[in-house]
C-alpha cells in the first residue's frame, strides 16, 4: 500500500492541488502552511476546474530555497493567513 497526501500549493496568481505518493508524501510531513516555500521546477500542470500540479520524472522540487522571491512569498502567505483565518470564531447571538 502507498501513502498518499494532497497538497494546496499557490503564488500570488493562482492555486492547485499537488498530490505526492509513496516516499515523496512522507517529505510533507514537516511543511508548514503559510511558512513552507516550494520551487517546483518543470511541473506538470492541469488547467482545468480543478488544478493540479504533477512531478513527472523532469521535475526538481527545492523545500525553502534561500533566494529573495522564496522569502517574498513566505511573507505574502503571512499577510494573507492573518486576513483570511482559518477557524474564525463561531458568532454568537448574545446580546
Same mark, same amino acid.
Given at each position: 500500500m502507498s501513502n498518499m497526501v494532497t497538497v494546496k500549493v499557490s503564488d500570488n496568481s493562482e *492555486?492547485?492541488?499537488?498530490?505526492?505518493w509513496g516516499v515523496t508524501a512522507s517529505?510533507?510531513? *514537516?511543511w508548514r502552511p503559510g511558512h513552507t516555500v516550494l520551487l517546483v521546477t518543470n511541473p506538470g500542470?492541469?488547467?482545468?476546474r480543478q488544478k493540479w500540479l504533477s512531478l513527472p520524472a523532469s521535475s526538481l522540487v527545492d523545500v525553502n530555497p534561500d533566494i529573495r522571491d522564496a522569502a517574498w512569498l513566505r511573507n505574502y502567505a503571512q499577510g494573507l493567513s492573518r486576513k483570511q483565518h482559518v477557524n474564525p470564531p463561531f458568532p454568537s447571538n448574545r446580546k
Open positions: *492555486e492547485a492541488s499537488l498530490s505526492l517529505s510533507a510531513a *514537516e500542470y492541469n488547467n482545468t
